[in-house]
């Protein structure tokens, strides 16, 4: 079996080290960049599994880094930052980012948050005709799991993987409240309780882009306290 790849992008030097030495130990297949153009590069060369990438990078913003990484690979980002303001969550995980680590970190709990990542499955090929059963309809939300897509009136509404995710698995059990621990353990694969912002940033991003796109009759609600129901 393959080595899972990892692509480390910091420019502190000691950072840097610190990282790639503790995902090596770990038995990951590890490169190193310290600037965003270097990162870009990277991923055009060799897409790896997973990316950690440092939010303030010399020659770019992180976010936008992060962006275009999205735009063109399907990898996992962990993001690594100083700032752990709310703005720079959100900013993050509304370009694509699938976790943030705020400095300074345990590097044990980063290998954890790595391999999570890497266990989470990864987006199948959409296949050319998906069966009627592998569609959810609640009102006017579809839910299509075979080719990953959700439409709302039919109109195709563009979410990323982990937005997907988190919207099937409320799908999965309509009128049901979900707990974000439960959330966390079915799209993230982890038990970290810090990692429930997480899902308080990406709920957010889900519900505006599903807004935007005139859901109506259908809506997620927050069980204030507890997590999340998708009713109809």
Known sequence: MPE??????EDT???????????????????????GTEALAEVRRQVPDVVVLDLGLPDADGTEVCRQIRAESECYVLMLTARAEEVDLLIGLAVGADGYMAKPFSPRELVARVQAMLRRPRVPAPRPAPAEESVRRLADL?????????????????LTRTEFDLLAALASRPGRVLQ?????????????EGSVRLVEAHMSNLRRKLQAAGLAA????????VGYRLVA
């Open 13 to 35: 030097e000691e950072i840097r080290e610190l990282v790639c030495t503790v995902l090596r130990k770990a038995g990951m297949d590890v490169r190193a960049v310290a600037s």
């Open 4 to 9: 899972q790849s990892v692509l480390v992008v």
């Open 180 to 192: 974000r621990e439960t959330l966390l353990r079915e799209v993230w694969q982890t038990d970290w």
């Open 142 to 158: 579809e839910i299509d799991e075979d080719s990953r897509e959700v439409r709302v009136d039919g109109a195709v509404v563009d």
């Open 218 to 225: 259908a809506e997620i609600r927050t069980v204030r306290g």
